[in-house]
């Protein structure tokens, strides 16, 4: 395998290869040899070849980050552990279940996000598939009497439908719902993005409003063929095929590097909570100075290791790292290093004497009495004593 990828200059081009090969058989096989191929959806098979080697290169730099890397690295080290099985699968599917098919992690932010990203994010991946089901010939209908048809599935025949059946008519409207969750929630969002002047600021065309105007125009121009079809007799419907090809092929080619690649790596986060969570949202990892929880040993070792895998040397004189204290300690340890002093005496919430005679806050959530003065009062016990 190596000395394959070696011929191909670099993984990325390696796996795009494959993968287009593996796509063409699929469409080979899954329409019994380009029998039954569609010829009116051929721009869509180009176009979702390229979306389909665009996202390969796209994840393979992706993976490539050290980061991510060492993430997948821990990921596949604890789905490996016996000890472990019962928690990854309670976590995989309860991060599955709350924040990739509820999206409750949007709803927090707001009932209104919450809803226009739920749609957005539901018309962008059942509109995907259906027409990555169609288009790559994963399933199609064959007539079967003037009644029947069958749902042909690679190339064999799963079920029958009534024509003018329920499930019939669901299929044949997915992409009509779909492209209306898309309407609905893209709207929203273009709303809120040009009212909210706290989201203009930061915002960006080419990042933020682009795959809005895209999803706009891939469901009104969908939704525009079926009213063209069955309200207006076909009217024009030849000329906005064509516009609707058109719309859907600058989509896929923008999709794997733009906004939109979020949609088919957000899965992944499931790794978190099932990798740096022991307790769920508890810290069990102690820091070295001050023996507070803030983190666990998962999370440490992986953060080290990014960091050296980057070339940043944050090992101590002790042969600690900074990683291993928490932050009030890191940042009390990190200043101390610029004013060129050891660790402070005494409180360490007390203020720290400089050269120069000038004092400085102490560090943490809290200062001492004599940083501002106050004499210390003596304890509730010690007066009742007396």
Known sequence: MDIIERKFYSKARFYSFLTTLVLVFVVWYSTDQFVHIDLATLGYLLGSIVFAIGMVIRVCFWFARPATSQVVKRSIHNLKSADRVKRNLLSIVKTGFENIFL?????????????????????????????????????????IDADTYGVIMFNHQVIQIKADGVLAELMYNSLNMFAMMLLIGATMALIRRTINKDVRVTQRFEFDILPLLLLLGAAVTGLALTVSYVFLGGFFHPELRLIHEVEIVLFLVYFPFGKLFHVPIRPLATAVPMNYQEVVKVDTRACKKCSSPYSNDDQIQDVKEILAAQQFDLQLADG?????????CRRRIRVMKQLNMGAPLGDPYGPIQTINGIHIPGFGQKRAEEFYGVPKQPDEETVSAK
């Open 103 to 143: 999206q409750k992690f949007i709803f927090k932010r707001g009932l209104y996000r919450g809803v226009q990203h739920f749609l957005i994010a539901w018309g962008c991946i059942g509109s995907l598939a259906f027409t990555m089901g169609l288009v790559f010939g994963l399933f199609r209908f064959s007539l």
């Open 320 to 328: 600690t790292y900074l990683a291993d204290y928490c932050p009030a």
